[in-house]
């Protein structure tokens, strides 16, 4: 059985399986409470209830066997591979054993190790679930667990630390993963999970916050995560909504509201995606970092691209980059310049797009708002951390790649 054991997890596009071409399919859902399961989630809860008291959250009058649930599953993904019995470098590992690290490989956009830290901060009693089936597992064995963020408390002159679980536990107190598969059907069952013998990670956050709800998401989702959705990357259940390339249009776009995005910038996104797989117009030499785009670009290559973008066409300009990661050699990548001018009636916009991830901040570093820009570097050619000297790199020459370019429209 369970216990609350006190002890002393951005990105599911990362987790997709090695050589798989199908999008990775997220469900977002709202389970509301149930008295019917209400002697279930006592049995589950009830320990856990004199360390929400001790730690000052104010939740006394809180029923916990009457949670509502905030369910996400992610499917066509990996699962949490890796040792359960003992810490490895594994993403089962980096979700449930360590904190703000990760060992994401160079084409990954996320980190399990950061991303997961938004699990109990969504809980109003700090607490999710994850449950997982692992690729390549013949048998499909589940496996869950539980845990809970709260601060350092004392209970009865005892101090606990911040971290518990819900867990078996094995040998030196060390949290193993529920694999019963009675015990998990009823819980995922209780929770609201679909999963039944799918390889991907559900998670199920109780007393979710009130602004979690997924009408209230689905804005975000549509703003947040239009690039790999409408480039077929990523496909979002969310309540009632579908959100995949070809019913985006209608969900971003209701007809009784305003548009949640801008359709001529739907149409650019879906322009770079199609120019993503062809030769771009130009593709600079090694050096041009170095000496500068007025060096190794001739004044007739300028003038060609300034057709392009005056007569109101796609310009693609490709570009390599030295990636120096902490650990390792450095490595040839390269990012790809898209620019075209916006129609009168929409204002401009920028998008800097590594993998699947939009990186929204740093839109300010665009200043032609006449314009729709974006900087697209593939997952394999940057480096996973972001404050690795690669990353800087590549930020600082995608600007100076902007700054330049924009003389071809004086």
């Not at 650019?268 to 060096?295: H, M, V």
């Not at 390599?320 to 204002?347: M, S, V």
Request: overall charge positive; glycine content about 8%; some cysteine.
């Amino acid at each position: 059985m369970l216990a609350y054991r006190p002890s002393g997890r951005q990105n599911s596009t990362d987790a997709r399986p090695k050589n798989s071409a199908s999008p990775v399919k997220i469900r977002i859902a709202y389970r509301a409470s149930d008295p019917a399961t209400a002697p279930f989630w006592r049995g589950w809860l009830i320990k856990l209830q004199e360390h929400l008291d001790a730690s000052g959250l104010g939740l006394r009058n809180l029923d916990l066997g009457m949670p509502d649930f905030l369910v996400i599953e992610d499917f066509a993904t990996t699962g949490l591979t890796g040792s359960v019995d003992r810490k490895d470098e594994d993403n089962f590992s980096d979700f449930w054993r360590r904190v703000g690290r990760s060992h994401k490989a160079g084409n990954k956009g996320g980190s399990w190790g950061l991303g997961k830290l938004v699990f109990p901060v969504a809980s109003e009693i700090r607490t999710f679930f994850g449950l997982t089936i692992r690729d390549g597992d013949a048998a499909a064995q589940p496996l869950l667990m539980g845990q809970t963020v709260l601060t350092t408390h004392r209970i009865n002159g005892i101090d606990f630390a911040p971290h518990g679980f819900f867990a078996v536990p094995g040998a030196k107190g060390f949290q193993l993963p529920v694999t019963d598969r009675a015990l998990i059907a009823r819980f995922s069952a209780a929770v609201g999970f679909t999963r039944r013998s799918e390889p991907g990670l559900s998670v199920a956050i109780p007393f979710p916050q009130d602004t979690l709800r997924p009408e209230r998401l689905l804005p975000l989702i549509v703003e947040h995560y239009f690039f790999p959705i409408l480039t077929g990357q990523l496909e979002v259940a969310c309540g009632a909504h579908t959100i995949t390339a070809r019913t985006f249009d209608t969900v971003a776009n209701p007809p009784d509201s305003p548009p949640l995005v801008d359709p001529s910038l739907i149409a650019f996104i879906r322009e770079i995606d199609r120019a993503g797989s062809a030769a771009p117009q130009l593709t600079l030499p090694k050096s041009w970092a170095a000496q500068g785009l007025g060096q190794v670009v001739g004044e007739q290559e300028l003038l060609s691209l300034r057709r392009i973008y005056d007569a109101g066409a796609l310009v693609h300009v490709r570009a390599p980059i030295l990636l120096r990661p902490r650990q390792g050699k450095p490595e040839d990548g390269t990012f790809d310049l898209f620019l075209r001018r916006a129609p009168d009636d929409a204002p401009g916009k920028a998008l800097f797009i590594r993998g699947s991830v939009t990186l929204p901040n740093e839109a300010i570093n665009f200043r032609n708002r006449k314009a729709f820009a974006a900087l697209v570097a593939p997952g394999q050619s940057v480096p996973a951390r972001c404050r690795e000297p690669g990353a800087h790199e590549l930020e600082w020459q995608c600007r100076k790649a902007d700054t330049q370019l924009a003389r071809c429209r004086k």
